[in-house]
């Protein structure tokens, strides 16, 4: 008899081990397998305790019970008791898969990875805190985006980790101020920083309202304890008026919902001291000014119900106005659903009341978590592979769309990398690696070790040698994954391989890295060719005795703005010795100069003396006193009808013609104002267009660009131009457009001006 008892007993002593709670919603078989995986970690856990100072044994059951009340598989279950063992087990990994499967190991080693990330958002958290971090302090959002996007292969990964970072906060509220080190203070500190900055917002975009709330709650219990303690005594003084209060109302609001024939559960809802806090900081308010102080929560069957109970909401209580909030017609970003509402209640008192479905109130509470009880329960439930019916393909389709939302970057620095950005939108498209200071990177799938120093910095690129990669020396074409450290062996000079540009090769997967390749190249290049350019006008300059000529004045007389263009040019044969030779034997020789020059002037007061009628130019441009001369509109200031306009004589490209405001030309006529012509706007040929620069400045926002196109688009408008620059959230756009007279301009620039962000848009 004792015999045939022995294995009853047995079970009860391991089920005695293990709360309760752990094992709900679980079958026979998924129990059994809980209970051996306790009985498994408890051994190779025995007195072992974590660095925060609490046991091993007792965090893991922290954990297990907090997904266990998320009410997620047995497998997360089973990983949560698990956690450390590869901590403190050599092999673990198979091991773990050869006793409880390759899912559960597979999620134990998800853990892993998110374990080692510590250290990295403890320097993100840091240099976040570092007024002296700079832009090199990477963005909250970003580091979240990252952080979760390199580990979520499986999201009960990330669930997982933040039912730990819970069970670590619980430990360290109930370990008092007194038995604690300075050291062990300022690391609860930084704990509760990490939290608040990186795991409660997690919490938030996936929707785990259940842990989030404890997450703020106990972190800023740590980091404002003086504030902390204020606000819970304030909860406190009233706390049994307020319970009474609260009592009444919902006393009140169930006769008149019974009397409406709605079937709802009505109850209060729990207050949270950061939330409380966070509202009376953003909105500038007392403690008594806080309409949801005093709240109460509505669940209902339908949506259509919900709808009903607010109406008998606002009948029974005045409504207060803007407080209203319908989140069912437009869910929150991470699917929040419900109705908000304030009201003046007893008493001339405000009362918050929430209205929701009982589907609703899951998903707030449980967020993406609340989807495994589809995907496990009898209605869909999957095979071990993890195929499910149409609750699970739904579950998968939030998370893609909530992975494919965060990987989309908050800033596009430059607006012409836009459409590659959305392009690489999806996670699989994006590796994450670290810098050795523990700096995230995201650079494209199947990235080199070239491509993380191009990202670092082109000159590092530049001088790339080799890599070490997680410590072990790799190729330069080896494949970058996830979570790696790579580290760059640069020289101190030199320049990068042309081998590099080879596609076959595989050193460069990046467009970005390629680019900056290329344009070293180019610039040595170009560096060749100008020195090419440079000897041969020198020895043409010997050859016809003339090495006093100005090379300036030879570059303006070719039709070039800088000497280095005509070096240039002719290093690239595009000026040939001929067009060197005549140019020079234009040019007079020293003693000559003053006399063509004085020639110069005489015939230009000649002109300008002369009453003659205006020319018309080749622009449509009457120029007084030249007949049909050669006229250019100036680049400088792009002048456009009806511009006040004035003529400028150039040597050998006939009249430039400048706006009559223009500084280019202000500084040219103050050297040589006898080359200044009267100039109007004649009659031209046919429809003719100008050119135009105008510049944008606007706060930098997603779809600031299209706005803008389809303005320019609307109004019939060519851009022959665009340029971008995005700094601390202020855009600034340049283009280059085509119009054909200043009205049109002035309402183009009224139209982009009026487009919601834009700043200013004014004409260059």
Not at 115 to 132: F, G, I, P, W, Y
């Amino acid at each position: 008899m004792a015999i045939a008892d022995q294995p009853v007993q047995l079970r009860a002593a391991e089920t005695a081990a293990l709360p309760p709670a752990l094992f709900e919603g679980l079958g026979d078989d998924e129990s059994r397998a809980l209970r051996a995986a306790g009985q498994f970690a408890r051994t190779v856990y025995a007195d072992k305790r974590l660095g925060t100072g609490e046991p091993a044994w007792d965090h893991a059951l922290g954990i297990a019970a907090n997904v266990a009340a998320l009410r997620l598989d047995v497998d997360a279950r089973v990983a949560g008791l698990l956690f450390a063992v590869p901590e403190y087990l050599e092999h673990a990994d198979e091991k773990l898969a050869e006793r409880f499967g390759a899912a559960v190991a597979s999620l134990v080693a998800g853990i892993t990875r998110l374990n080692s990330l510590r250290v990295v958002t403890r320097n993100t958290v840091a240099l976040a805190q570092d007024k002296t971090g700079g832009k090199g302090a990477p963005s909250q959002a970003e580091v979240l985006r990252k952080m979760l996007l390199a580990m979520v292969e499986d999201i009960r990964v990330v669930l997982l980790r933040l039912a730990s970072r819970t069970q670590t906060l619980r430990f360290l509220a109930a370990t008092g101020d007194a038995l604690m080190t300075k050291a062990a203070l300022a690391e609860r500190e930084a704990v509760a920083r990490e939290t608040m900055d990186i795991y409660a917002p997690l919490a938030n975009r996936l929707g785990v309202w259940q842990l989030k709330w404890e997450l703020e709650d106990l972190s800023f219990r740590f980091l404002e304890p003086a504030t902390y303690k204020r606000i819970a005594a304030q909860l406190d003084e009233r706390r049994v008026e307020r319970e009474a209060y609260i009592a009444q109302a919902i006393a009140d609001l169930q006769r008149e919902l019974a009397a409406s024939g709605v079937r709802a559960e009505v109850s209060g809802r729990p207050k949270h001291i950061f939330s409380i806090w966070n509202k009376m900081r953003q909105k500038s308010l007392d403690f008594s000014q806080l309409y949801d102080v005093r709240a109460v929560r509505v669940l209902v069957d339908s949506v259509k119900d919900c709808y009903t109970v607010l109406g008998v909401v606002h009948n029974l209580w005045q409504p207060i106005p803007r407080e209203f909030d319908d989140y069912i017609s437009r869910p929150k970003g991470n699917f929040y659903r419900s109705l908000h509402t304030a009201v003046i209640g007893l008493g001339g008192r405000a009362l918050e009341v929430q209205i929701r479905t009982h589907d609703m109130h899951r998903d707030a509470e449980l967020g993406v978590a609340a989807h495994w009880r589809y995907k496990e329960g009898k209605a869909a439930r999957p095979s071990r592979s993890g195929k499910g019916g149409k609750a699970g393909d739904s579950f998968d389709e939030k998370i893609a769309f909530l992975r494919q939302v965060l990987a989309w970057r908050d800033e596009i620095v430059d607006s012409s990398d836009w459409v590659e950005q959305f392009k690489h939108a999806a996670l699989d498209e994006t590796v994450y690696v670290l810098t050795p200071q523990g700096r995230v990177l995201d650079l494209p799938a199947g990235s080199t070790p070239v491509d993380f120093a191009y990202a670092v910095h082109s000159d590092l690129g530049h001088r790339c040698r080799g890599a070490k990669v997680d410590g072990r020396m790799v190729p330069l074409d080896y494949v970058l994954s996830n979570g790696q450290r790579v580290e760059i062996v640069a020289a101190k000079s030199g320049g990068p391989s042309r081998d590099w540009l080879n596609p076959a090769a595989g050193y460069i997967h990046s467009s970005r890295a390629r680019h900056k390749v290329r344009q070293w190249f180019n610039s040595v290049g170009l560096a060749e060719t100008v020195a090419v350019g440079r000897a041969t006008v020198e020895r043409e300059l010997q050859r016809e005795g003339r090495t006093g000529a100005s090379l300036d004045a030879l570059a303006e007389r070719l039709g070039f703005a800088k000497t280095e263009e005509l070096f240039a040019a002719v290093g690239r044969e595009d000026v040939g010795h001929r067009q060197l030779q005549e140019a020079l034997r234009e040019e007079p020789s020293p003693a000559e100069a003053p006399q063509r020059e004085a020639a110069i002037d005489e015939m230009l007061g000649e002109r300008l003396a002369r009453k003659s009628r205006a020319g018309e130019a080749s622009e449509g441009i009457l120029v007084v006193g030249v007949d049909r001369l050669m006229t250019q509109l100036a680049r400088c200031c792009k002048p456009v009808p009806p511009d006040s306009i004035t003529g400028f004589v150039t040597r050998g490209r006939g009249v430039s013609v400048h706006r009559s405001n223009c500084r280019s030309l202000a500084y040219l006529l103050e050297r040589q104002p006898e080359r200044a012509l009267t100039a109007t706007w004649g009659q031209a040929r046919g429809e003719r267009v100008h050119a135009a620069d105008i510049v944008v400045r606007a706060s930098d926002r997603p779809g600031l660009l299209k706005d803008i196109s389809e303005v320019l688009a609307r109004e019939r408008i060519n851009v022959t131009g665009v340029s971008t620059l995005s700094r601390q959230q202020l855009a600034t756009l340049a283009f280059t457009l085509e119009v054909r007279d200043l009205p049109q301009l002035r309402q183009t620039l009224d139209q982009v001006a009026g487009i919601p962000g834009v700043l200013s848009a004014e004409r260059r």
